[in-house]
């Protein structure tokens, strides 16, 4: 009986990450373009006809329809599902992880909204304010609140500071204010000294990258995200490895 109501809770979670990947899908190309996420209602990209709301279900309607848009038949982009299927996956990753706690949806949204923002600056190079800022808001929304904001603000403060070093012996910016809203996020997600891991871990994922297309530029944002979650994932872990480095 426990094991059907754990299952049925994980296929719960699962769909409205689904519901949230379907958003964070407005969000991504919208947000670039400085239209509403709320209106006009969904449209083909090709024939800009409107969409039906069944047009609109989350996985389903992208393999009912077989990945073609229903009026036009043109192809509709694969990132579409994909990003409802790994938003889903991820609220059950966090499930997981945290259990049916009060704040596991302001937590999952936190990360959800680092979605858009790692896709948008693969994309564009450049991250909207308003996303960040909401994914710095619901990393404070915990039971820890005070701390999350202590430890947000100096991983921001911090971070902002080397940047301004960096920037004055490099003779250019050498950080972005998106790379200083992003550095609260982790602080207020991963505490001290996680988040200095994170912070390590992200220039670790980005080094081969950053070689390999040294002159187009390689953006940081996403090193930053994939490396927070990481790091939240395995806080235990990481605690017992940064324990056994400074004890032995």
Same mark, same amino acid.
């Given at each position: 009986?426990?094991?059907?109501?754990?299952?049925? #809770?994980?296929?719960?979670?699962? %769909?409205?990450?689904?519901?949230?990947?379907?958003?964070?899908?407005?969000? %991504?190309?919208?947000?670039?373009?400085?239209?509403?996420?709320?209106?006009?209602?969904?449209?083909?990209?090709?024939?800009?006809?409107?969409?039906?709301? +069944?047009?609109?279900?989350?996985?389903?309607?992208?393999?009912?329809?077989?990945?073609?848009?229903?009026?036009?038949?043109?192809?509709?982009?694969?990132? +579409? =599902?994909?990003?409802?299927?790994?938003?889903?996956?991820?609220?059950?990753?966090?499930?997981?992880?945290?259990?049916?706690?009060?704040?596991?949806?302001?937590?999952?949204?936190?990360?959800?909204?680092? /979605?858009? /923002?790692?896709?948008?600056?693969?994309?564009?190079?450049?991250? =909207?304010?308003?996303?960040?800022?909401?994914?710095?808001?619901?990393?404070? %929304?915990?039971?820890? $609140?005070?701390?999350?904001?202590?430890?947000?603000?100096?991983?921001?403060?911090? /971070?902002?500071?080397?940047?301004?070093?960096?920037?004055?012996?490099?003779?250019?910016?050498?950080?972005?204010?998106?790379?200083? %809203?992003?550095?609260?996020?982790?602080?207020?997600?991963?505490?001290?000294?996680? $988040?200095?891991?994170?912070?390590?871990?992200?220039?670790?994922?980005?080094?081969?990258?950053?070689?390999?297309?040294?002159?187009?530029?390689?953006?940081?944002?996403?090193?930053?995200?994939?490396? #927070?979650?990481?790091?939240?994932?395995?806080?235990?872990?990481?605690?017992?490895?940064?324990?056994?480095?400074?004890?032995?």
């Amino acid at each position: 009986m426990q094991e059907n109501i754990y299952i049925e #809770t994980i296929i719960t979670v699962f %769909i409205f990450g689904t519901l949230i990947g379907s958003f964070v899908n407005v969000v %991504i190309y919208r947000i670039p373009k400085d239209e509403s996420l709320a209106f006009p209602a969904s449209k083909c990209q090709s024939c800009q006809t409107p969409l039906k709301w +069944y047009h609109n279900i989350p996985l389903f309607s992208w393999m009912f329809l077989r990945g073609k848009c229903a009026f036009c038949s043109v192809a509709i982009s694969k990132q +579409y =599902p994909l990003i409802e299927f790994f938003t889903g996956v991820l609220f059950v990753i966090l499930y997981l992880k945290l259990g049916l706690v009060w704040y596991l949806p302001f937590v999952a949204l936190s990360f959800s909204a680092l /979605l858009p /923002l790692v896709m948008i600056d693969f994309e564009y190079m450049a991250v =909207p304010d308003s996303v960040n800022l909401f994914a710095l808001l619901m990393a404070l %929304i915990q039971p820890q $609140f005070l701390d999350a904001m202590m430890y947000g603000a100096l991983a921001a403060g911090g /971070l902002y500071v080397i940047g301004l070093l960096s920037s004055y012996i490099a003779k250019r910016e050498a950080m972005g204010e998106a790379d200083v %809203i992003v550095a609260g996020t982790m602080g207020a997600l991963l505490a001290f000294p996680n $988040f200095f891991v994170a912070l390590f871990l992200s220039a670790i994922l980005a080094m081969i990258p950053a070689m390999i297309w040294r002159d187009k530029g390689v953006p940081f944002v996403p090193f930053l995200a994939l490396a #927070t979650l990481i790091v939240y994932l395995y806080d235990t872990q990481v605690s017992q490895l940064i324990d056994r480095l400074i004890y032995g």
